[in-house]
């Protein structure tokens, strides 16, 4: 999250820390964004700090270890300084609740996944008061997010949620619990945000949501796809991207959206999770893995040169070595660009905490490393075909690791690092790929001559 931060050194400061997804990402910048209304700046130093919030994530066991060792390493700043507020947000503030300040008692607040708005507020009650707060309700509305958008600028992709929990109670998963039912956002909101967004120099937005697809089913003005022309159609973006997609909710309409809007960038997360149907039926995920198959199948026929990218677990309680080998099978058969895997762990209160059949730890970590040499294998051929060809690259900003390159992603969001002036940074360019990785992509500007033949402008030397 880029920083708020200013000279004026009277302002109370705010730090924060994110764990898990996106939409914590994308929560965490509106919270910012709400404290910055109240004059409190983020801040990217926590010794400074006069609030920290710890934002979390609770998908996994290790998610959660990874939240709560940090929240430990609180304590020394709080007894440094007392008058710190210390408060914890997120999945995990949602599902231990009181239990969290019982656990460490230097927390000052817990907000839950609909009630972090209200923090600024709480913050204020809790000076005043010194009372420890927890405040978790779901709210069943979408709220109506100030426009503000300060983490943002100088950005070139930005994230908005569009909808928020989850109906589908997927038998591993914790989500509905934390996140709550399925609520959409008002097309008009969206559509002005990203405006705003757009306003601040933004090129791509990336739309959030548990499950995209069933996007304003329930209570929305719109459909998906037609949120999708309508962003198209009423905003200036060079791109836009959406996750997460549920394989059940494809629809033939969303499918034909990759062909006809030109600004949808040819990749969807598709996440299949298990290659075997009794698996998949134990999940409770509602498609078959021929099901699964044919959509790709229809999916490549719509868009041939799109880029699928998926989660899978290894492990889920009952899968044997036949399920798992089915998985495998699935990935040789998709062949996806990237693949996101994980070891099954059990969540407290979902159904598949109390299936028997669990599996080994042991025999999880082999499945795991199998999985993922034979997935490396087919990203890096995956990877290796796009070499001499030229890809429209995004560029974001200068490489992390050499802030000589430049960086950015193609449209089916491989990642391309490549030599080139500064004044590139937010700009659609034609790299030629010379180098495939596992993880990214190594380019190479053209040469002046052949770029400006392709386009009648260039870029670099305007
Ligand atoms: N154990 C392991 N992985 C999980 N995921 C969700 N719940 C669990 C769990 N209990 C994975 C799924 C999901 C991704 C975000 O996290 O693959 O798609
Ligand atoms: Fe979890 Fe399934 Fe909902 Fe995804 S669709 S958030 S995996 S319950």
């Given amino acids: 999250m880029k920083n708020m931060k200013s000279d004026k050194r009277n302002k109370k400061k705010l730090f924060i820390r994110t764990f898990g997804c996106q939409m914590n990402v994308y929560d965490s910048e509106t919270l910012a964004d709400l404290f910055f209304l109240r004059n409190i700046l983020l801040t990217d130093n926590m010794g400074e700090a006069d609030i920290v919030f710890v934002n979390t994530c609770s998908v996994r066991e290790k998610a959660e270890q990874k939240a709560c060792s940090f929240i430990g390493r609180l304590q020394r700043f709080k007894l440094k300084k007392p008058n710190l507020i210390v408060a914890v947000g997120g999945c995990m503030g949602q599902r231990m609740g009181e239990t969290l300040p019982e656990r460490f008692p230097f ?3 817990v907000v839950g996944t609909d009630t972090f708005y209200y923090l600024p507020e709480l913050v204020e009650r809790y000076r005043t008061s010194g009372k420890k707060l927890v405040q978790l309700e779901f709210s069943r509305e979408f709220p109506r997010l100030p426009l503000v958008k ?3 600028s100088g ?5 908005v949620t569009i909808m928020q929990g989850c109906d589908n109670f997927c038998t ?3 989500v509905p619990y934390v996140r709550g039912r399925e609520k959409s956002r008002p097309s008009s909101d969206i559509v002005r945000e990203i405006q705003e967004l757009t306003s601040k120099g933004v090129k791509e937005v990336t739309l959030l949501g548990q499950n995209v697809n ?3 089913l329930k209570d929305g ?3 998906f796809p037609e949120l999708l022309r309508l962003i198209a159609r009423e905003t200036d973006l060079l791109r836009l991207r959406f996750t997460t997609s549920h394989p059940k909710d494809l629809s033939e ?7 006809d809007l030109e600004i949808l960038c040819k990749h969807i997360h598709l996440p299949v999770q298990a290659g075997s149907n009794k698996i998949l039926r134990l999940m409770n995920r509602r498609y078959t893995r021929e099901e699964y198959l044919q959509k790709v199948r229809k999916l490549r026929e719509y868009c041939p040169e799109i880029a699928i990218s998926t989660d899978v677990m290894v492990g889920f309680p009952g899968e044997e070595e036949a399920d798992y080998l089915d998985t495998l099978r699935l990935l040789e058969e998709v062949r996806f660009d990237t693949v996101f895997s994980f070891k099954y762990s059990d969540r407290p209160g979902t159904a598949a905490a109390s299936f028997r059949g669990k599996v080994p730890e042991k025999v999880k970590t082999r499945r795991l490393i199998q999985l993922q040499e034979l997935q490396n294998k087919i990203t890096l051929e995956q990877n290796e075909k796009l070499v001499g060809t030229v890809q429209e690259v995004l560029v974001a900003g200068t490489s992390k690791a ?3 390159q430049l960086t950015g992603r193609t449209g089916d969001n491989h990642i391309v690092n490549f030599y080139g002036p500064r004044n590139l940074i937010g700009e659609l360019v034609p790299v030629t790929i010379v180098e495939a990785y596992a993880h990214s992509l190594k380019g190479e500007l053209p040469l002046v001559g052949e770029f400006s033949r392709e386009k009648d402008q260039c870029v670099i030397c305007r």
């Fill in 107 to 109: 927390v000052d607040i």
């Fill in 150 to 152: 300060e983490c943002v």
């Fill in 155 to 159: 950005q070139v992709t930005a994230m």
């Fill in 172 to 174: 591993y998963c914790i």
């Fill in 214 to 216: 069933s996007y304003g």
């Fill in 221 to 223: 003005d719109i459909t």
């Fill in 253 to 259: 309409d969303l499918m034909k959206c990759f062909h």
């Fill in 402 to 404: 050499d802030e000589r």
